[in-house]
């Protein structure tokens, strides 16, 4: 429950691959108060069948967290974070949580055995029992800092029309990149980097050494590219 100020002003991108569900993260929290501090902590909730991750209060992270520990296979998976969202928000509101602090998103991959699909949910609108904050996303999404210019490598490079014929190892480099970039332009509340591969054979986080190559190959390209875009003044 919401019990501290700490934020997860975040950035997150879901990308539905031809085999899977690529969830990439930064690791950034940010505690609010006298003196302003952040650190790095992992903003997914991971089960069997379902991985969540999650963006703004700690409203959004309470959902993610439902949404995992209560999670039932024989019950439609829109249907379950739309519940989630009730219940998080009527226990946030009994104890006295300002109802205009309960705001953010969640990226939610889930596989049914056969195939491994991708949604989001925005929490900016209270949870009437009518109106749905869950959609399905059939090729991309990001949720937190919506306003970070990063989101341009993703609307320019992910293509939807070959999305899925591409596996998810294929798209590893674009979904770290954005993120690491919105880290660049926005480093005071986007940090790090997490990414979590999601399908039928289970939802796997991809160790240190391949973040820190992802990386890697992330900064080379930024660096080629400030070179070709001012060439005549290096």
């Known amino acids: ?3 501290s100020n700490k934020k997860r002003v975040t950035f997150q991108i879901g990308i539905r691959a031809g085999d899977g569900v690529i969830l990439a993260s930064d690791t950034r929290v940010v505690q609010q108060g006298k003196i302003r501090t952040s650190s790095d902590a992992s903003k997914y909730f991971t089960g069997a069948n379902i991985a969540c991750c999650s963006s703004g209060t700690e409203y959004a992270e ?5 949404c995992v520990r209560n ?3 024989l019950i439609a998976i829109d249907e379950q ?8 928000f009527d226990a946030m509101r ?3 949580g300002d109802p205009g602090l309960f705001y953010g998103g969640v990226l939610t991959a889930h596989c049914d055995g056969k195939d491994t699909r991708l949604w989001t949910t925005s929490l900016r609108q209270l949870p009437d029992g009518k109106t ?7 090729t991309y999404e990001y949720i937190g ?3 970070n210019s990063a989101v341009f490598i993703a609307e320019k490079y992910i293509r939807p029309a070959i999305l899925r014929r591409l596996p998810m190892r294929d798209l590893a480099l674009v979904a770290a990149h954005t993120v690491l970039m919105a880290g660049e332009i926005n480093p005071s509340t986007v940090g790090g980097l997490e990414i979590f591969l999601c399908d039928s054979s289970g939802f796997n986080r991809l160790p240190e ?8 190959q992330s900064a080379e390209l930024d660096a080629e590219i400030s070179r070709q875009l001012f060439s005549t003044a290096v």
Not at 62 to 66: L, P, R
Not at 132 to 138: G, I, L, P
């Open 209 to 216: 050494n391949e973040i820190t190559e992802l990386s890697r």
């Open 81 to 88: 974070i739309e519940r989630a969202c009730r219940t998080m």
């Open 1 to 3: 429950m919401q019990t």
């Open 71 to 73: 999670f039932n296979p």
């Open 132 to 138: 749905k904050s869950t959609t399905e996303v059939s």
């Open 145 to 147: 800092d919506n306003a």
């Open 62 to 66: 309470d959902v993610a967290d439902y």
């Open 94 to 96: 009994s104890r006295g």
